[in-house]
Every structure is written in C-alpha cells, then in structure tokens.
C-alpha cells in the first residue's frame, strides 16, 4: 500500500508586510497581549491569511499589466527574484499608474517548501 498524503505546501509570508497584513498582525498582537487568544491560534491564522491571499491572487487575478522604468537594483537568492524599479510605470487595460521607485519581489509558486525551513 502506498502512502498517498500530499505533500506539505507552505507559503510565503510577503503578504504579511501589505497593508491587510500588518492590519491583521497588530490586531492578532493585541488579541494575544489580552490574552483573547494563544500564539498557537495567532500561527494559525496568519498561516491561513498567507495560503489564502496567495490561492486568491494566483486564481482570482485575470488582468495582465505591463511595467515599464528604469532598473536600479536586481537580484536573486533562494528562488526570489527582488527588483527595485525607478520611475515606474505601470499599465494595464483600464488605466496607467506612475511611481517614483517600486520594489518588485517575486517568488516561484511552485516551491513546496520556503527557503528557511530547511
């Protein structure tokens, strides 16, 4: 008999830095500081906040964009790719958005397991 248990996908933390995230982070904090809450249900919310946001952007989003500026900084380490873009222009179908400088961090969504939990 086989052993068909999937494996283990963990997901990375990026959201957590958005704006929804730190949003939920300090809420979580001070839900624990009060004691309304453990660190074992704090974990497990924010690890269902990562799987969720990632699953949602990776199937709910259908509008390609385009990214023009000037590259002021790339690189890659442990499967993330990190570039930093001056005078960013950004545009899709509907409208054109311009910034000063983006940083752009784009990981593989294929990775079963994040680069530090070896």
């Known amino acids: ?15 957590r830095r958005s704006t929804v995230g730190e949003a939920l982070t300090d809420s979580l904090d ?8 453990d660190q074992n249900v704090y974990s497990k919310i924010l690890t269902q906040f990562d799987k ?3 699953e949602a ?4 989003i259908k509008t390609k964009s385009v990214i023009k500026g000037k ?9 993330v790719w ?20 983006v940083k752009i961090v784009a990981c593989d969504g294929n990775v079963t397991e994040t680069p530090n939990s070896k």
């Open 71 to 79: 590259l002021h900084t790339f690189r890659f380490c442990d499967s």
């Open 57 to 60: 952007l990776s199937t709910g």
């Open 82 to 101: 990190t570039f930093i873009v001056d005078n960013a222009e950004f545009k899709s179908d509907s409208e054109t958005t311009r910034v000063d400088r």
């Open 30 to 37: 001070e839900l624990l500081q009060n004691q309304y809450i």
């Open 52 to 54: 969720s946001l990632s």
């Open 1 to 15: 008999m086989s052993n068909t248990t999937p494996a283990k996908q963990n997901f990375y933390e990026l959201y």
